[in-house]
C-alpha cells in the first residue's frame, strides 16, 4: 500500500494551496519539490474584491484609482481597488496552513512518474522512490502533465525595476495599471508594450514594461529599454534600483490530455488566463473544489486509474472548456494588433461597464456570460477591428468560438 494518499509536485502558490486542500480532505499528502522552502520572488497583483479574508490579510498596498493611459483619452481612471500581495507574506501563510493540516514535505527533483493499477510512483533524481495513489504536478512547467501539439505558443514578458526617487507624479491612492501611449522613439510595427507602475511610497515605486502577448517573445533588453525610454516620458528619475523583475509566461497553452493519470493544477494544467497572464487567485479558489474530487476519487469503488482520471473533469470543467476556447481566440487575436491598433482595443474595452471588463478579467464568468461581454466588446470596436474579428472568426480558429458562443 502506498504511504501516501497524494504527492504534489512543486511548493509554489498552486502546490501548497492544492496540499493543504487534500490534507484538510482526509488524504495523507505529501509535497515534493527541489527545495520546499525557497524564497519566492513574483510579485502579484489582484482585483481586491478577488480577495478573500486571509488573502486580504496579505496585501501590501492597494489603490482606489488604477488608472489607463491612450493617447486619445489621455487618463481613464477605473472603478475598482487594485491591490499587490506581499510575497512574503502570501508564501508564509499558505505554508503555515499547509503544516497545520498535515502536509509532509520532501526535498527533491522528480524526474520521472511511473504507475500501476494500485498507484504511482515518483522517482528524484538522486534515486529515491516515492509512492502515492496519486499525483498531481504543480510545478507551473508541468513537467509530466502531457498536452497536445496545438498552434504556436505566445507568450507574455516583463521587465520591472523597483527604483528609489526623489520624487514621482503619483498621489496617494493613484497607480499606472496600463499606459498604452507609444513609448518615445517607438515605431508602429514594433510590437506593443504597456507600462504599469505601482507607487510604494513617496520615494519608492515598482515599474515594469510589459508585452501583454506576441507570438515572439519580446526579449528582456528590449523591454528594459522601452521602460527606461518611457520613465524619461514620465520624468521619473531612478536613484537606485533594489530589485529587478523578469517575467516570461506562456500565454496559450493547449489544454492537457485528461486521459492521463498525472494529475495537473495551476500553470501546469494551463490555468494562466490565455488573454492576461492572470492565474494565481483563481488557482488558490479552485483548489478546495478540486480537493473534494480527488478525495471522492481516491474513496470511489472504481478502479484507480479510471477514478483518478475523472478528476480532471473538475480541474477543466465543460463551462471552463468552453471559456478557454474564447479566450484563446481573443489571446490569438490580439497578437495581430500593432502597438496603434492594441492601443484603441483597450480604450475600447475599458469604455465598457466595470461590471463586464471585470468578469472578462476575472476568468471565471459563465461561457454564456462570457460569450455576451465579447459580443458588447465586438459592438463597441471600430469599423476595420470588427471586421478584422469577424474574418478571425470565420476562420479555422473561430469554430471553438463560435461553439462557445452557442453553448447553453
Not at 46 to 55: I, K, P, R, S
Not at 346 to 372: E, I, K, M, N, V
Request: aromatic residues 8%; glycine residues 6%.
Amino acid at each position: 500500500m502506498a504511504p501516501h494518499d497524494l504527492i504534489v509536485l512543486g511548493a509554489g502558490p498552486a502546490g501548497l494551496s492544492l496540499a493543504e486542500a487534500c490534507a484538510d480532505s482526509g488524504m495523507h499528502t505529501q509535497c515534493v519539490a527541489p527545495d520546499p522552502d525557497l524564497r519566492w520572488t513574483q510579485r502579484f497583483g489582484a482585483w481586491w474584491d478577488e480577495l478573500d479574508e486571509d488573502l486580504q490579510t496579505c496585501v501590501d498596498n492597494s489603490w482606489a484609482a488604477p488608472s489607463v493611459f491612450t493617447a486619445a483619452d489621455g487618463e481613464r481612471m477605473l472603478d475598482r481597488r487594485y491591490a499587490q500581495i506581499e510575497t512574503p507574506r502570501l508564501q508564509h501563510m499558505l505554508r503555515q496552513r499547509a503544516d497545520a493540516s498535515g502536509v509532509s514535505f520532501a526535498s527533491g527533483r522528480a524526474v520521472e512518474v511511473s504507475h500501476t493499477d494500485t498507484g504511482s510512483t515518483v522517482t528524484l533524481q538522486d534515486g529515491q522512490q516515492l509512492s502515492a495513489r496519486a499525483v498531481v504536478d504543480a510545478t507551473g512547467a508541468g513537467s509530466f502533465v502531457s498536452r497536445p501539439v496545438r498552434g504556436a505558443m505566445a507568450y507574455q514578458a516583463a521587465y520591472g525595476e523597483l527604483i528609489e526617487v526623489d520624487e514621482h507624479p503619483f498621489d496617494m491612492g493613484e497607480m499606472v495599471y496600463m499606459d498604452l501611449r507609444p513609448v518615445p522613439g517607438a515605431r508602429k510595427e514594433d510590437p506593443p508594450t504597456f507600462l504599469y507602475a505601482m507607487p510604494l511610497g513617496k520615494n519608492l515605486i515598482f515599474v515594469e514594461e510589459t508585452s501583454l502577448i506576441a507570438r515572439l517573445a519580446v526579449p528582456q533588453v528590449t523591454l528594459q529599454s522601452r521602460l527606461a525610454r518611457r520613465l524619461a516620458a514620465w520624468r521619473i528619475e531612478p536613484k537606485a534600483t533594489h530589485d529587478v523583475e523578469r517575467c516570461l509566461i506562456p500565454m496559450t497553452m493547449a489544454l492537457p490530455d485528461r486521459r492521463q493519470r498525472v494529475l495537473g493544477f495551476g500553470m501546469a494544467a494551463s490555468m494562466v488566463h490565455p488573454a492576461t497572464g492572470y492565474q494565481v487567485i483563481r488557482t488558490l479558489r479552485r483548489a478546495p473544489t478540486v480537493a473534494r474530487a480527488l478525495a471522492d476519487a481516491l474513496g470511489s469503488d472504481q478502479p484507480l486509474p479510471r477514478s483518478v482520471g475523472s478528476v480532471w473533469n473538475h480541474i477543466w470543467t465543460r463551462d471552463d472548456v468552453r471559456n478557454w476556447e474564447l479566450y484563446a481566440f481573443g489571446a490569438r487575436f490580439l497578437t495581430t494588433l500593432d502597438q496603434p491598433r492594441c492601443e484603441t482595443f483597450f480604450r475600447t474595452f475599458f469604455s465598457l461597464p466595470t461590471s463586464d471588463w471585470a468578469a472578462y478579467l476575472s476568468g471565471s464568468p459563465t461561457s454564456g456570460q462570457l460569450a455576451r461581454v465579447m459580443t458588447r466588446m465586438f459592438a463597441a470596436l471600430d469599423p476595420r477591428t470588427r471586421w478584422d474579428l469577424m474574418r478571425a472568426g470565420t476562420s479555422r480558429h473561430g469554430a471553438p468560438l463560435l461553439r462557445a458562443a452557442l453553448a447553453k
